[in-house]
């Protein structure tokens, strides 16, 4: 097959991870090596500063021995099949790199032979890019789940982010959905990573492994687990395995998709609302179970975003004064974001803030002036109690212009809620 026509099959048939964000890594590129994990481009991966970064995104190959049903490449579908050999993966990257397209590369593969022998090949690839073309650009390898610990520790030496995809929550919908799959072997190969990265940290600088930690990634929609049981397992992988990221992909059913799965689209609003339950899971001091407790269905409200959706289930909580509330409490007062919490703490040690204070900030207050109280009047605050709150805070839905008021942007380029 034509090299053109194994990278149409394989770059399409990637798509479907999601868990490919390069952030966290920092690489010294070696005198006169090539590529740079801080460099800049143009594409669908972010950097913690929210800088954009062009990847090269494949599999190896799309053969794959298991037949996961919510998998476009399980054995038993009836989709095109492509493998590339390690050197052509490895020149395809210097390729493109040499041409600007992409400053790092995305690798996964279907399962071929058998766990150890996939990841040997995953493997090659990294090892001579690094050592080979000291090539100094992002790596993200898949961590196969069931390969041995002496693979996974070697990969790590090469890859700047390493990633074992859990899939489901919960064993049982593995048992009926990918059966070849056991969520106690991915948790062991997530163990395993986060070993050397351990061992990393305490050997210090000089020795270095997996610099952007690992990651994973849950399915939704392919099961009937709620968005409960799927935040529920989300925390407990953070707090074990210390992850940087669980990524959330809304199980859409494609032209291969096993029959006996469900027709429908999972909404991609449902996607959208883990991920801001995520974030305040990661970065608010929420818990899973506060996310959760109290929806209907087990399932986020997709109407309002979670912050709201708990201000407004705990609405004896408030008012709160912004002027002597805590910072834990600062965090839970829906439109006010981490930067802004900071700012409050610091400029009240000064003078008492109002209303105009809080404007001048970008604060939210379409939605925060329900739950607050401030040096002024804010007589919002009496609607507190009032059953039309939900409609009075509900936010329309606007498309931001290229050209038009940036501060509409703000939420989504600094990811505060």
């Keep these: 097959m034509e090299l053109k026509r194994k990278l149409e099959i394989l770059a399409d048939a990637a798509k479907y991870d999601a868990s490919c964000a390069s952030s966290g890594s920092h690489r010294t590129r070696k005198r006169n090596g090539i590529g740079n994990t801080e460099g800049m481009g143009i594409c669908h991966s972010y950097t913690p500063d929210g800088r954009c970064i062009s990847l090269l995104k494949l599999l190896l190959t799309n053969v794959c021995i298991w037949d996961c049903s919510y998998c476009i490449n399980r054995r038993s579908s009836n989709v095109p099949r492509a493998r590339f050999k390690p050197d052509e993966v490895v020149q395809l990257t210097i390729d493109f790199y040499k041409r600007n397209y992409i400053e790092g590369l995305f690798l996964s593969s279907g399962i071929i032979q058998n766990a150890d022998y996939t990841m040997e090949q995953l493997i090659r690839v990294a090892k001579t890019l690094r050592e080979e073309h000291s090539f100094g650009g992002y790596v993200h390898l898949k961590a196969v789940p069931g390969a041995s610990r002496e693979l996974l520790l070697e990969a790590g030496k090469y890859a700047d982010r390493l990633s074992a995809n859990i899939e489901m929550p919960v064993q049982g919908d593995l048992d009926k959905l990918a059966p070849e799959k056991t969520i106690?072997?991915?948790?062991?190969?997530?163990?395993?990573?986060?070993?050397?990265?351990?061992?990393?940290?305490?050997?210090?600088?000089?020795?270095?492994?997996?610099?952007?930690?690992?990651?994973?990634?849950?399915?939704v929609g392919a099961s009937d687990s709620t968005d409960k049981t799927i935040l529920t397992k989300a925390e407990a992988l953070y707090n074990k395995f210390q992850l940087r990221r669980v990524y959330y992909s809304a199980f859409s059913p494609a032209a291969f998709t096993d029959p006996n799965l469900k027709k429908e689209k999972t909404p991609p609003m449902r996607e959208h609302r883990l991920y801001e339950a995520d974030w305040l899971i990661r970065n608010y001091g929420f818990a899973a179970h506060e996310v959760t407790t109290g929806l209907e269905g087990g399932n986020l409200d997709l109407e309002n975003d979670p912050k709201l959706a708990w201000a407004l289930r705990h609405r004896s909580l408030f008012p709160v004064d912004v002027n002597r509330a805590s910072k834990s409490l600062l965090l839970r007062i829906p439109g006010i974001g981490i930067r802004n919490v900071s700012r409050i703490l610091s400029i009240r040690r000064f003078h008492r803030l109002g209303l105009e204070d809080l404007a001048r900030l970008k604060v939210t207050l379409s939605r925060a002036k329900w739950f607050i109280t401030t040096a002024d009047h804010n007589p919002d605050v009496f609607q507190l109690d009032t059953a039309k709150l939900s409609s009075l805070v509900k936010r329309n839905a606007i498309q931001p212009s290229l050209f038009g008021d940036q501060t509409l942007l703000s939420t989504a380029i600094t990811g505060e809620i």
């Design 184 to 219: 106690a072997e991915i948790e062991d190969t997530m163990a395993d990573v986060k070993l050397g990265i351990d061992d990393a940290r305490d050997r210090g600088k000089k020795f270095t492994f997996a610099r952007a930690g690992q990651s994973t990634q849950l399915v």
